[in-house]
């Protein structure tokens, strides 16, 4: 783990882990007025997802100049984007499986449209695990493996495949300045805060599911009551297990560095 944060500070931000809230208080907190929607002077922030394609290549070159850079890129675009020189590199990381459940609840109230033709509305938790599209596999299937360890047009034929992906995955979270999980995230934001240099703010939680899309979804959350259904889950969250762990230990060394100053 790296010390203090220097010039830049990147937020690899894998989706449903709060990192919206994240963001959003860690924008207002260094006082940066500018996005990468208008002219960025030197000192702004900017919003980089890897599934913008088109806006891509703009982006990093605007990520050169910004003061704190976040979204959903991966570790194909950290690589491309970090300076250990230069830059504060952070995450938060979620229990995979309350990671897929969270974002099957959010998926119910989504209304900005997909990339493919899917009505989350009308499955079933488990039918939304197999949806059978490719965009949507790498969404559901050790996102958080993939994103870490890779991207997400990468596809794993082998065991062998996969081992290296989450080797990848565990070297990036050793290499990075500050890692965080959302199971604790008061204590983890307000250490995160302390490290940068901002205010410890109360965090209003962003992206939260309405609550009749919540109910309604953990009505249709058949691994609760299925065994086959519970099978999928963990297909889909067993990669991710040992990368979460892995952060888990990476919080736990800096819990006991702090309690034995």
């Not at 500070?9 to 963001?23: D, R």
């Not at 959350?221 to 892995?246: F, G, I, K, P, Q």
């Amino acid at each position: 783990m790296n010390g203090t944060p220097q010039e830049r500070i990147l937020f690899l931000h894998l989706p449903k882990t709060a990192g919206t809230s994240v963001a959003q208080s860690l924008i207002s907190g260094l006082d940066l007025k500018k996005r990468s929607s208008t002219r960025l002077g030197r000192g702004g922030w900017v919003l980089i997802h890897d599934h913008e394609r088109e806006k891509r290549r703009k982006l990093l070159r605007k990520a050169k100049r910004a003061r704190f850079v976040t979204g959903h890129f991966t570790a194909r675009t950290y690589r491309q984007l970090a300076d250990p020189q230069r830059d504060f590199v952070f995450t938060f990381l979620r229990d995979p499986a309350s990671r897929l459940e969270s974002l099957f609840r959010f998926s119910r109230a989504w209304t900005g449209g997909w990339e493919y033709p899917i009505d989350p509305a009308s499955l079933k938790f488990s039918e939304f695990l197999q949806y059978d599209h490719p965009l949507h596999r790498a969404r559901v299937d050790n996102l958080m493996t993939r994103m870490l360890g890779g991207g997400l047009d990468e596809e794993p034929r082998s065991e062998d495949d996969w081992n290296e992906m989450v080797g990848r995955a565990c070297r990036l979270l050793d290499r990075m300045s500050f890692v965080g999980l959302t199971e604790t995230f008061d204590a983890d934001f307000a250490t995160l805060c302390e490290t940068v240099g901002v205010p410890v703010l109360e965090t209003p939680r962003k992206n939260r599911t309405p609550a009749q899309h919540r109910e309604k979804a953990v009505a249709d959350d058949d691994t609760r009551s299925n065994a086959a259904a519970r099978d999928m889950l963990l297909s889909c969250t067993r990669h991710d297990r040992r990368v979460y762990e892995h952060a888990r230990r990476i919080v736990s060394a800096r819990g006991s560095r702090q309690n034995s100053r």
